[in-house]
DNA sequence: GCCGATATGTTATGATTCTAACAAGATTTG
DNA sequence: CAAATCTTGTTAGAATCATAACATATCGGC
């Protein structure tokens, strides 16, 4: 058995099993650890390798999974979800900001009518485009792992060019002095521009970002029509 | 700083990171080694942990399963995003086009150095979004289901602003009389633009497709510095 | 303030992992 | 066939990780 051989044998483990620890990645192949070892040096593209445990390459970065019960406050995010769909009528242009908290409304948006939704979140778009009856507005640019979006100045001209009826912000903290806070400066510009252009606003957020402050300010709390929490 | 607010700045932090170690980990929430374990301990559903790293939960299952086996001429295809992405320099930056070819080249591009890469479809975004070292850049506006892709003015002009030093273009059809043809004609003024703006340009087809001609023609053939088949 | 309960830090010990160096076996090449 | 090269295995010491036990600190009633 070859070094090509082993490998391919080590990845395709990899795909059933998620994880493999040395030692039984060593028996496995029925080679000693030592030589497990070297092959993965040899193929650092294809695993990653982490105190005895060898990954598949790059699932370190792996999409943030907004699975029910993996989330802190999940169930608070899910009540404000359910709130804010409800007001969403079936032929609305709505904006979907970025988070953890605003992409679940996907899930609860009406089915009826031509629904068009707008967001420069990724793991809104994978939700939407799987939807029926819903146009997909992305607004592109440089892809910011941390927060899953896109920025760029193209984008803030695009939103100048849409018609936003009601617009779901999210953020990390809303102070009753400071206004509403995030972590990332690049999602500052768009959330402002969306701001700017929509009929009616409303911040999405569970009760735990209440009084909170987070680095990048973006707006005053009397910029939103309304708050909904849980 | 509570529990509660420790396992949101690990959560945030992962995000950026992909993985942290123990003490990594415990300097940056300024506690012990020891309580960083505990809460990790509380906390099962949200992180991973593996010989003294952290991970995100669920980042095993890296379930990048490629719609390989369901596709026509998929060995052909494959062939020829090989030999295509052989091409690509560690510190490109490159356009990859729509289709079920050339999306496959994501898999063999180059892992050193700093890639940067541009496309206008989903399902090339979604495979780059995961690759370490790389910068993505998604031309947005409205989503087409039909080629998973996005279209609109502001794409054609972010591209007028970018520096694309090789573009892999795909088309439905290559006739030696009638050029490069796909079938839907809302990506032919970003397929144009690409190629007016790229240093070199290929054409990334497998064989089945030369001499046939699709409805929306988007360029001659000698307006490519090559074609690459398996 | 006092108390119990919970949270956090420290230490020590054993298990595991990491690395380098060398030896033995397999493969290539002239 | 023999030398050179590449591959694999073994060993040992250093570094790191895991776990338990105990000490200290903090918090929330009463």
Known sequence: MKKAERLERLEDRLKDAGVLHLSDAASHLGVSEMTVRRDLASAPHLFSYLGGYILPAGSERSTYRLDAEADTHSEAKELAC?????????????????????????????????????????????????????????????????????????????VERLGISKAFLSAGGLHSQHGATCSN???????????????????????????????????????FDDVITE
Chains 1, 2 share one sequence.
């Open 185 to 223: 400066f690049h999602e500052v510009p768009i959330k402002q521009a969306v701001l700017a252009r929509a009929g009616l606003s409303y911040l999405v957020i569970d009760s735990s970002k209440l009084e909170k402050i987070k680095p990048a300010f973006f707006a005053t709390t009397d910029q």
């Open 82 to 158: 359910q709130k804010a769909s409800r007001l969403v009528e079936p032929d609305d242009t709505i904006f979907i900001d970025c988070g953890t908290t605003t992409p679940r409304m996907t899930e609860y948006l009406p089915l009826s009518g031509k629904l068009t939704v707008i967001t420069y979140a990724m793991n809104v778009a994978e939700r939407v485009m799987k939807r029926p009856n819903t146009n997909l507005i992305l607004l592109g640019g440089l892809f910011h792992a941390s927060s899953q979006t896109f920025s760029g100045d193209e984008a803030l001209r695009s």
